[in-house]
């Protein structure tokens, strides 16, 4: 099994202060571990979103991959088969807080050269409601919202984007339930 420590700038900061005296702030993060790909020798961890996913290289096999709710997943299973091509994403380099993935693939076109080319994967089971990006929209996604209540602009809990978290975005939400 490979091990990442994954800190998340948003809601833990392991570090210090000085002012006049050195004062210590105890660190605070999770580690997790996670799974291996068959065949691979190791995993490099390149991003992690607000919603905890995490992406990638797995060495050995050479794959790009997606960690999130404790699996680890080759993102090769997660592309739609070109005809024509075969396409290996090799590098996962980062994730956004709407779970669209950038990286690099290496791409083999039937009777003509091999090329590398960048990629940008958008789920296509997510809705703006799907506040965890997991192709559900439940309680979890219900939390995050009342969590982000009120004024926050930026926000994907803004989902009807007025730059406040409120009655609208809830309804929203609702209307979009599947568990």
Not at 29 to 44: H, N
Not at 62 to 76: E, K
Not at 136 to 150: E, F, P, S
Not at 151 to 169: E, K, Q, Y
Request: hydrophobic content about 40%; charged content about 25%.
């Amino acid at each position: 099994m490979s091990r990442a420590g994954i800190e998340r700038q948003s809601r833990r900061t392991p570090g210090g202060s000085w002012r006049g005296r050195p004062h210590r702030h105890p660190p605070r993060q999770t580690q997790e571990i996670l799974d291996d790909l068959p065949g691979q020798d190791d995993i490099e961890v390149k991003d992690i979103n607000d919603a905890g996913q995490i992406v990638g290289k797995a060495e050995g096999v050479n794959a790009a991959f997606l960690w999130q709710d404790g699996q680890i997943i080759d993102l090769d299973n997660r592309i739609v088969p070109v005809p024509g091509l075969d396409i290996q994403l090799k590098h996962a380099w980062a994730i956004n807080d709407r779970g669209q993935i950038a990286g690099y693939a290496t791409v083999f076109p039937l009777g003509a050269p091999v090329y590398q080319a960048g990629y940008l994967l958008t789920p296509i089971d997510s809705g703006p409601a799907d506040l965890n990006i997991d192709c559900r929209v439940d309680a979890a996604d219900l939390m995050i919202m009342l969590q982000d209540w009120g004024d926050s602009p930026h926000l994907p809990s803004d989902i009807d984007g007025d730059g406040v978290v409120g009655p609208r975005d809830l309804a929203m939400l609702l209307a979009d339930w599947r568990p």
